[in-house]
């Protein structure tokens, strides 16, 4: 048991060093304004350097990553259809089908899927 402290203690010291010692040298002064500021080509910068980013296309691929992922976990349903009794398979098929559809049926009532605002 004394072991086991030992090397808790010896981890736990040995992290926080590295942390303490990336927080010292990571350290970065805003203090130079000038590199703080965008730089194009030695120029000042014509326009703004952050675009404005459509937060409705975000709002789709955030989606579609969802029910990619989803329809992944839809694979083993059918890769387990032959060794598993039908009925049950069949419950569990039909209910998680139904939360994939109910997903959808509120994103599309809360109006996420209509691009044009």
């Not at 030695?42 to 937060?55: M, N």
């Not at 409705?56 to 989606?63: G, Q």
């Not at 259809?81 to 419950?91: A, F, G, H, L, R």
Request: proline share 3%.
């Amino acid at each position: 048991m004394i072991m086991i402290w030992n090397m808790g203690l010896i981890i736990f010291s040995i992290s926080f060093i590295l942390i303490m010692l990336s927080f010292t040298i990571s350290k970065k002064s805003f203090m130079d304004r000038e590199k703080a500021s965008p730089f194009e080509c030695g120029f000042d910068p014509k326009s703004s350097a952050r675009l404005p980013f459509s937060l409705h296309f975000f709002l789709i691929a955030v989606i579609f990553l969802i029910f990619d992922v989803e329809i992944t976990l839809l694979i083993p349903l059918i890769l387990t259809m032959k060794i598993t009794n039908i009925t049950m398979y069949t419950y569990i098929a039909l209910f998680f089908l139904m939360i994939l559809l109910m997903g959808l049926y509120h994103e599309w009532n809360q109006g996420a899927l209509n691009w044009a605002l």
